[in-house]
């Protein structure tokens, strides 16, 4: 890592302490109540362990995605891959994201297919999103009195029943719609044909679509995806849990808490700052009080130290990419600009 990286880097890291110091000041967290919390080490380290097996089973779903793309990793590749995406998150929000690099590699191990490899994590997230919407809407069906009373919990009840629509119709779309039939398909190929000198971009898109298409044919694949997926949220809202009993609060309804979490990690998605910092804390926030907690931003503080942990792991490993094939790291870093 040079000195400009380095550099980087540490400002990087003084802007996110900065961040939860603003937070702290302006009572939208408290460093006190997420000290205290530490004295129940066992709830918190209960969900921190929730939080990292969730990275693992997601890379194991990615696995089951490429493998429709007729790409194979080992186990270790897999895993070392999973994490240096980790990294990338956390470390360039907004500019070089775990995807592309994810993406960049298995381009280089395998020349040809790199559409093949976007359209797998592409849809690798699509699953994730997916995921996350059912388990909300699951939740909230279960435990609908929790949402009944004011306008604001009309709307997040309309907004997840809806959410929960659109997945419907999007995987029934996936698996009834053939590809000779496909209308999404032949508008891009038209778009392609047509396009003079965005023809080349229109023709990226429709290689990505045919990649995504890969999975028409693989519903049980598909099914089991989507069932790993759940168990990415499930975790995660258990870990919610955990945070919040470590943090006193154990009048939220469970299954409330398992809509409002997946819709706070959805705000995390906007790539501001590293593990969403800032946009995760007013979300969790905002829906927790929903419920009556006034820790919703602590509980999120847990939640991303954890995963910021986690993408430090994922720094180590790739400073042993780095070591190992400097090429492939220098291509990355000249295509990111």
């Not at 298995?106 to 699953?127: C, M, Q, T, V, W």
């Not at 995921?131 to 004011?150: K, P, R």
Request: aromatic share 12%.
């Amino acid at each position: 890592m040079n000195v400009k990286s380095l550099v980087k880097n540490l400002l990087k890291v003084g802007f996110v302490a900065l961040v939860f110091w603003w937070l702290a000041k302006k009572n939208l967290i408290s460093l006190a109540a997420c000290i205290e919390g530490l004295k129940n080490w066992p709830a918190v380290l209960g969900g921190a362990i929730a939080v990292v097996a969730t990275a693992f089973i997601a890379a194991f779903r990615w696995n089951l995605l490429l493998g429709a793309q007729e790409i194979r990793l080992a186990t270790p590749r897999l895993l070392q891959l999973q994490f240096v995406g980790n990294f990338f998150n956390i470390a360039l929000p907004g500019a070089v994201s775990g995807d592309f690099v994810k993406a960049f590699y298995i381009a280089h191990e395998y020349p040809g297919a790199r559409s093949k490899a976007f359209g797998s994590i592409l849809f690798d997230r699509i699953l994730g999103l997916s995921a996350l919407v059912m388990v909300s809407l699951t939740a909230l069906l279960v435990g609908l009195q929790h949402f009944i009373g004011s306008p604001v919990l009309a709307g997040v009840k309309a907004f997840v029943m809806i959410a929960g629509l659109c997945v419907i119709v999007f995987y029934g779309y996936l698996f009834l719609v053939r590809e000779h039939h496909d209308p999404l398909l032949k508008l891009g190929q038209r778009l392609e044909a047509a396009g003079g000198r965005f023809g080349a971009t229109f023709g990226a898109i429709v290689r990505i679509y045919l990649g995504i298409r890969v999975y028409h044919s693989e519903r049980k694949l598909v099914m089991k995806a989507l069932g790993l997926s759940a168990a990415i949220h499930l975790l995660a809202g258990f870990a919610c849990l955990c945070f919040a009993s470590a943090l006193g609060e154990s009048q939220i309804p469970a299954n409330g808490l398992f809509v409002v979490a997946p819709l706070g990690l959805l705000a995390t998605a906007i790539p501001v700052l590293p593990g969403g910092v800032g946009t995760g804390h007013a979300a969790f926030s905002f829906f927790f009080n929903l419920l009556g907690s006034k820790h919703g931003a602590d509980i999120f503080s847990y939640y991303v130290l954890t995963q910021l942990l986690i993408g430090a792991g994922g720094g180590f490993v790739y400073l042993r990419f780095k070591a190992q094939s400097p090429d492939v790291l220098r291509d990355m870093e000249t295509a990111a600009g």
